[in-house]
């Protein structure tokens, strides 16, 4: 499956508008849409509580605050992989405090390319989380079928009195 076939959806947090232009550019619709952008951890934690979102790209820092504790957050979504933009003397700080969670982080100033290189490394961490989801409701589908298959045994023990095996074998 190529990942060209997927659109992602993105929610862009920074409040500079050359990186906000920029990144417009290198985000075309065909691959990643709806591209929201907001200019504070505030809004970006309203426009978080209201949709799902396939990426998020924090350029720090923001006016109300760093924007770590926002991307550490948006991380626990077991759909969204994160960016987070920081000046290159903090970068070695922030790194050590975010990866663990799975925080990408990317020195500032940055190139174009190491833009694009992050979004193809974003992509295919968001492939992997949706194998994992699959994997997950398709477990989550054998345990409803393992809980239909237990009450049904259960009624044929108690009102057709047979014994578990027995049961077992009828269904």
């Known amino acids: 499956m190529s990942l060209k076939n997927h659109v992602y959806s993105v929610l862009l947090v920074s409040v500079s508008e050359p990186f906000n232009t920029t990144m417009t550019e290198i985000l075309p619709p065909s691959h990643y849409e709806p591209v929201r952008t907001v200019g504070s951890i505030s809004g ?67 190139t174009r390319s190491a833009l694009l290189q992050a979004l193809s490394w974003m992509a295919v961490n968001r492939e992997r989380l949706r194998k994992a989801e699959q994997k997950v409701l398709s477990i989550e589908d054998r345990m409803k079928e393992i809980r239909i298959v237990n009450r049904a045994k259960y009624l044929l023990i108690s009102e057709r009195k047979m014994s578990e095996p027995e049961a077992h074998r009828y269904l």
């Open 44 to 110: 970006a934690k309203r426009e978080f509580a209201e949709k799902a979102f396939d990426f998020v790209i924090v350029n720090a820092p923001l006016p109300d605050e760093q924007g770590t504790r926002f991307a550490v957050d948006c991380c626990l979504s077991p759909e969204t992989v994160v960016l987070l933009l920081v000046r290159r003397e903090l970068h070695e700080e922030i790194y050590e405090k975010v990866f663990r969670h799975g925080v990408f982080t990317l020195p500032k100033p940055t």
